[in-house]
């Protein structure tokens, strides 16, 4: 069944790897099937870093302010950055936040605003009303080449709708250290992820996909990439992906991946190096 739930609460969704998928847990069994063991069927969870607490942070900015644009309200930059700085300590207990020092939570807040603000500067303020704003959307994997169910639902937040001038346009928003533009195919599961779950649920294709970039520079840069619309081609490979995981919960197989992208990973010293298969 299809659902559309417009107050995401992902503390109250189960928590077994098996009732459902979605792009981050697919992307990280991508990048290292043994990180995702440790992480969703281990538990060992990571602290949250200034970088990931940031994106957080910067992604509930925007959502204040495309919220009230959904009904029809024009938030200054100013009131949406009272609202963060309202909301700073809490999201600081909820996370669990530890800093260094007073100066380094001080340098985060304000990179936070900056970004933030440098965002609202570079929006126009006529951009159409959005239809979806941070919204959970579930449905039923069904591939649509065969037919098949296969029985465990698709589950993403995605952050934004508007409709283009051909259509729909599904948008994510990025914090980028770099203002290099993003890969298409690095971004490819979520992209169709999205996509997949927009049309089963609206009936209704995208016109286009999006990520907005705000990029951490010392003076902050705002970028919006383009995508086409997801194609036949698209799907295959995305189901295609979807089977293999699935045939490794099965059968239990997590394989240790090395790799560049060990260099970033919260395991490599705490735990991969102890594995042994």
Known sequence: MNSLLTEPKPATRPAGVRDYISPSRLNLWLKCPLAFKL????????????????????HQGLEIYYRHRQLGIHLESADVIRR???????????????????????????????LVQAYLNHVADDEPVPTIVETTLETQLVDP???????????????????GNDGPVITDFKTAAKSTAPSEISHEIQLTAYAYLFRQITGSEEAGLEIR????????????????????????????????????LDVGRFVFRPGFTCSMCDFRDSHCREWGG
Do not use: C
Request: hydrophobic content about 40%; cysteine-free.
């Open 145 to 163: 080449a065969t037919g098949e169910d296969l029985g465990i639902p698709l589950l993403g937040i995605v952050d934004l709708v508007m409709d």
């Open 39 to 58: 992480r969703y069927i281990d538990g060992i969870r990571s602290p949250t870093t200034p970088a990931l607490f940031l994106g957080k942070r910067v």
């Open 213 to 248: 970039s705000l990029v951490k520079t010392k003076t902050p840069q705002i970028a919006f990439h383009p995508f086409a619309a997801r194609t036949d081609a698209h799907f295959r490979r995305f189901f295609s992906v979807v089977r293999a995981y699935l045939d490794d």
């Open 84 to 114: 963060m700085n309202d909301s700073w300590d809490a999201a600081v207990t909820e996370e669990d936040m530890t800093f260094k020092s007073t100066a380094d939570a001080e340098a985060l807040q304000a990179k936070e605003r900056d």
